[in-house]
């Protein structure tokens, strides 16, 4: 899987995606993360690729020529699955989402902006846009990790135990039950006995009504929604 993202700050995101299983997927090419500075598409000798917003108010607005450019030149190389935009008002992202664009190829991510982008780029070149919170950040770089954070890994091959994935909080509408490793006991505080029987059928049985618990205490409207 690829994603292409464009963002003004190339910077604060390629470091992230140096570390840990998102440097293993791109070592094994299981996914490609490339990045595109926007300043390059600048339409003037500043560089920048802001302008004063119509009507006054408002502060720069990211200009759509840039954008568009930047897009263009993308798309020459190959079509896209998706085109997304990162904005607090786009949809929520779920498990589900991050499920349903981990089978897709070719990604872009247009990192949004606290000064705004201008609206026509969101009519006529996103095709999703995506908020990872009901929460304002100064920019939708933050937002562009965490979607390829959660998408990558789930890619087939890019765990080591795939069922690592299938298992985790959310993947059927249960968080994951609690997990414990050595000592078996610290400070008098002793590992679930259950844990420790050796008894595969019954921790799987402990493991699912800890789950479902769990879920109906700190998240109730995950068991509301099916
Ligand atoms: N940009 C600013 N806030 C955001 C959010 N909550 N989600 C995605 N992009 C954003």
């Known amino acids: 899987m690829r994603f292409d993202i464009i963002t003004l700050f190339p910077n604060m995101l390629s470091s992230f995606f140096q570390e840990s299983i998102l440097k293993r997927a791109q070592n094994k090419q299981l996914a490609e993360i490339h990045l595109h500075d926007l300043h390059d598409y600048s339409q003037n000798n500043y560089g920048s690729v802001d302008d004063y917003a119509y009507g006054g108010g408002a502060g720069m607005v990211i200009g759509i020529e840039p954008v568009a450019l930047c897009i263009d030149d993308l798309k020459k190389e190959r079509s896209y699955d998706e085109i997304i935009y990162t904005a607090p008002d786009g949809e929520l992202l779920?498990?589900?989402?991050?499920?349903?664009?981990?089978?897709?190829?070719?990604?872009?991510?247009?990192?949004?902006?606290?000064?705004g982008i201008d609206e026509r780029i969101r009519e006529h070149f996103i095709t999703l846009e995506i908020s990872i919170g009901d929460y304002v950040l100064t920019g939708g770089e933050l937002a562009?990790?965490?979607?390829?954070?959660?998408?990558?890994?789930?890619?087939?091959?890019?765990?080591?135990?795939e069922t690592s994935a299938l298992s985790d909080s959310f993947q059927n509408n249960l968080i994951s039950p609690p997990a414990?490793?050595?000592?078996?006991?610290?400070?008098?505080?002793k590992v679930p006995d259950i844990l420790l029987s050796g008894n595969h059928e019954k921790i799987e049985q402990w493991r699912y009504e800890q789950s479902v618990q769990r879920t109906r205490q700190r998240r109730p409207n995950l068991l509301n929604d099916n």
């Open 94 to 115: 779920s498990q589900q989402r991050s499920n349903c664009l981990s089978m897709l190829n070719n990604v872009m991510i247009l990192c949004g902006h606290y000064k």
């Open 144 to 161: 562009a990790a965490v979607i390829v954070d959660s998408v990558t890994r789930l890619i087939p091959g890019v765990l080591n135990d």
């Open 180 to 189: 414990y490793t050595r000592p078996m006991e610290f400070r008098g505080w």
